[in-house]
C-alpha cells in the first residue's frame, strides 16, 4: 500500500531498495526555502543495518502489508521460540534475537501477537501486562521519604526493576511489557 512521506510515523514498516525496513525516527521540516520534507531514520529487519533516508512530502513510499495471527508460547532453546497456534495447532518457531529482551517475559500458553510478512514471521507482540514474581528485594528502610520510594527488585526471569517499598519477596506483581515497569500488586 502506497502512503505519502508525511504518512511515515515511528515503528511502521516499509517496503524500501528491495528490504523490509523499520521506521525509528521520524521528523516532518519545512525549511523556510523549498518544498517540505520527511527526515527518517530506519533500521533493516533482514541486514540489521541502519539507514537516514531525506523524502520529499510528494513522494510516496510502499508501507508492508502484514497478517496478524495469535500463537500461543510453547517452549525455547537455545536459539529459537517455539509458538502454536490455538485454532490449528500449527507450530512456528521465532528466532530469539528477534524477540529480544521481551523473551525473558514469555511463560508458557501466554497468548501473543505474531506479525507475518510473505508467510515469515517478523515480529511479536506480548499482552500490555504480565504477571511476574518477585524473588528478591531490599527491605523498605522506616522514615524514607516518598520522593524516594521506590527499590530495586529481580523478578523470577531475572529482570531488574524498580518497585514501591511495601512490595515483597515472593509477591506476585503486574509489569508493563512495553516498559518494564512496576504496574501493580496482585
Not at 527526515?39 to 497478517?67: D, G, I, P, W, Y
Not at 526471569?157 to 518497585?163: A, E, L, R, T, Y
Request: aromatic content about 10%; glycine content about 4%.
Amino acid at each position: 500500500m502506497k502512503i505519502n512521506a508525511g504518512e511515515i510515523r515511528v515503528g511502521m514498516l516499509l517496503e524500501y531498495k528491495n528490504d523490509l525496513w523499520q521506521v525509528l525516527k521520524t521528523q516532518h521540516v519545512k525549511p523556510g526555502k523549498g518544498g517540505a520534507f520527511a527526515q527518517v531514520e530506519m533500521k533493516s529487519l533482514n541486514k540489521n543495518t541502519k539507514l537516514n533516508e531525506r523524502f520529499r512530502s510528494s513522494e510516496t513510499v510502499e508501507k508492508a502489508s502484514l497478517e496478524e495471527a495469535n500463537f500461543n508460547y510453547l517452549y525455547s532453546d537455545e536459539y529459537n521460540c517455539f509458538f502454536m497456534n490455538p485454532k490449528t495447532f500449527e507450530q512456528i518457531d521465532v528466532k530469539k534475537e528477534m524477540i529480544g529482551e521481551k523473551e525473558k517475559l514469555l511463560t508458557e500458553n501466554l497468548q501473543v501477537s505474531v506479525s507475518f510478512y510473505e508467510e515469515n514471521p517478523i515480529a511479536i507482540e506480548l499482552p500490555n501486562q504480565v504477571k511476574c514474581k518477585i524473588v528478591s528485594t531490599d527491605a523498605a528502610i522506616k522514615g524514607q521519604t516518598v520522593s524516594s520510594s521506590y527499590k530495586p527488585a529481580i523478578l523470577e526471569n531475572g529482570i531488574k526493576i524498580q518497585v514501591p517499598p511495601f512490595i515483597e519477596n515472593e509477591d506476585e506483581i503486574i509489569l508493563d511489557s512495553r516498559t518494564f515497569e512496576y504496574v501493580k500488586k496482585i
